[in-house]
């Protein structure tokens, strides 16, 4: 069984940005996105920062917050052989309803890829008051250039 990470959000997370499932890389690393060629964090840095990004998880999430963004997994655990969303069973969701009640400002979903928003939407639903975004995913398994991928992500930026 597999399972995710604590969430990074606090009292001033506005923006929620959910995976599935961290991959292999992300779990043996213990910090989200740490595969080196996931897109994920450039995008970030691209999009709030003028810097290069940080090899520092702690300054990652630092900049995350400093711009009302939040991260979290939509499954708390499941099994799956390899880091691909497609292998996954035997899933459990994470504790949306409690999350929401403690960080009432969130209101945006950010979904980090079609297969997180399927897990949440199958579960939760539409939620009133959120504005849900399916992004593509950052995962190196999509193709879809870098280029492609910020102009699409850029649509969350307050």
């Known amino acids: 069984m597999t399972t995710s990470f604590q969430p990074f959000v606090d009292s001033d997370t506005k923006i929620l940005i959910l995976g599935t499932m961290p991959g292999i890389v992300s779990l043996e690393n213990q910090e989200y996105y740490a595969h080196p060629r ?6 970030i840095y691209k999009l709030y920062s003028d810097q290069e990004v940080s090899t520092l998880f702690t300054d990652k999430i630092k900049l995350l ?3 009302s963004i939040g991260i979290w997994d939509v499954l708390e655990n499941c099994e799956r052989k390899g880091s691909l969303d497609m292998h996954i069973k035997n899933y459990k969701e994470n ?3 409690s999350l929401f009640k403690k960080f009432p400002a969130i209101h945006k979903i950010a979904f980090n890829g079609k297969e997180s928003h399927k897990y949440f939407f199958k579960k939760f639903g539409q939620i009133k008051g959120i504005t ?9 398994a999509n193709t879809m250039c870098f280029e492609k991928k910020l102009e699409i992500w850029s649509a969350i930026k307050e």
């Open 95 to 97: 504790d949306f309803e």
């Open 132 to 140: 849900y975004y399916v992004m593509p995913s950052t995962s190196p």
């Open 65 to 67: 917050q400093a711009n």
């Open 38 to 43: 996931n897109h994920f964090w450039r995008i």
